[in-house]
């Protein structure tokens, strides 16, 4: 692995991991901020919040190990979570986004919804770079082969 890779890994992994974390310790209010998004039924905000929080930590340690599905997983929960942003912005919310859980100081300091917005988009640029990478290496291995 080139270095430029194993920076972009532990860059996004403490991204996820810093996420996480604090959600994980107080669940509830991360369900509470997910519900004022208005996207999930009230019947299914708890399950949803533990879902992401899991994902979120999931998709931290396979980054850490260096498996290529986080990278994909990864890039999957940046585009999820840029929808709902792009949808929180879209109607106006003045919300806290929930990104690093309840009471996230970024709401407060940097105005919330469109400077996460704007950082998860950033984010995508190491996923992207990662992709490119994972994918060179298969097909040069595979090329190798036959």
């Known amino acids: ?14 991204v996820f991991a810093a996420a996480a974390v604090p959600k994980l310790l107080n669940p509830s209010a991360f369900a509470h901020i997910i519900s004022m998004y208005g996207l999930v039924p009230d019947t299914m905000l708890f399950e949803i919040a533990l879902l992401l929080i899991v994902a979120e930590l999931v998709t931290a340690a396979g980054l850490l190990l260096d498996q290529a599905w986080a990278v994909a997983a990864a890039g999957a929960l940046l585009l999820l979570f840029i929808a709902v942003l792009g949808y929180g912005i879209y109607l106006g919310l003045d919300i806290d986004c929930g990104c690093f859980g309840p009471e ?8 919330g919804l469109r400077t996460s917005f704007m950082r998860d988009l950033l984010l995508l640029i190491p996923v992207s770079y990662l992709l490119v990478r994972i994918y060179i290496k298969q097909h040069t291995l595979s090329g190798e082969q036959t």
Do not use: T
Not at 1 to 14: G, N, T, W
Not at 104 to 111: R, Y
């Open 1 to 14: 692995m080139d270095f430029s890779s194993l920076v972009f890994r532990l860059i996004l992994a403490a």
């Open 104 to 111: 996230d100081p970024e709401h407060a300091a940097l105005s």
